[in-house]
């Protein structure tokens, strides 16, 4: 059971390109959630999604999420700027409270 | 929005010692969830502990216990025993819907 899978752990992207974060959960997770984690600001949420074919935005500036499907939630930079330099966290739960929340083990991203 | 505050950026614990970990919350809801999670170097999110707004009795996993108290909006960790493997970021994080809010994190460090 490989639980929640981020892809790629490592990344550098000038500003203005784009790119897509990719994250897979194989636990059949209702919700799934993007946040982001920068030094001595904990995290904070992005995006979250509570089934398939649905998302809530929280945070719109300059990311884009869909969900096609239960398994995958891939966070889109659409054009990236350096203000999105951060890890970029994904998280899944099930539908049911209490919702303690599954991570993956983060994407390192640095935007030149 | 609910906001949670941890004030100690930093704490350090001999090993074989007890050290509590301070976590506040701002919320005018009745029903929610509290949970700490621990991030060591790896990145990955390990969930330590959670508890229930409606449950009073506190929470209990085998070193880690929490004092929560509802009408002051606390919820404090107490780590005993810290062990060297207790190094970690530690989050406080407060849950009444899809998502996590969480503080900006502990770091604690164990000396031998």
């Known amino acids: 059971n490989a639980g929640v899978t981020q892809t790629p752990k490592f990344h550098i992207l000038k500003t203005g390109q784009s790119m897509t974060l990719q994250c897979a959960q194989d636990?059949?997770?209702?919700?799934m959630s993007w946040y982001r984690q920068d030094p001595g600001m904990g995290l904070r949420l992005i995006y979250y999604?509570?089934?398939?074919?649905?998302t809530d935005k929280e945070v719109p500036n300059g990311y884009n999420v869909s969900r096609l499907n239960t398994e995958d939630f891939p966070l889109r930079l659409v054009s990236a700027a350096p203000s999105q330099t951060s890890v970029y966290l994904c998280?899944?739960?099930?539908?049911?409270?209490?919702?303690?929340?599954?991570f993956g083990d983060g994407t390192r991203l640095s935007i030149l | 929005a609910q906001t949670v505050t941890q004030s100690q950026p930093e704490m350090s614990v001999q090993e074989a010692e007890t050290v509590t970990l301070s976590c506040t919350y701002d919320?005018?809801?009745?029903?929610?969830?509290l949970f700490w999670y621990k991030q060591p170097p790896s990145r990955q999110m390990i969930l330590v502990i959670r508890?229930?707004?409606?449950?009073?009795q506190n929470a209990t996993e085998n070193r880690f216990s929490v004092n929560f108290q509802k009408a002051a909006k606390s919820f404090s960790l107490k780590i005993s025993d810290s062990q060297l493997g207790d190094a970690a970021m530690y989050f406080c994080?407060?849950?009444?819907?899809?998502?996590?809010?969480f503080g900006k994190g502990t770091s604690l460090l164990v000396t031998p």
């Open positions: 998280a899944s739960s099930y539908r049911d409270s209490p919702r303690p929340q599954h």
């Open positions: 994080a407060y849950n009444s819907g899809y998502a996590l809010n």
């Open positions: 636990m059949n997770h209702g919700y």
């Open positions: 999604s509570a089934a398939a074919g649905t």
């Open positions: 919320t005018s809801e009745s029903d929610y969830y």
């Open positions: 508890q229930e707004a409606y449950k009073q």
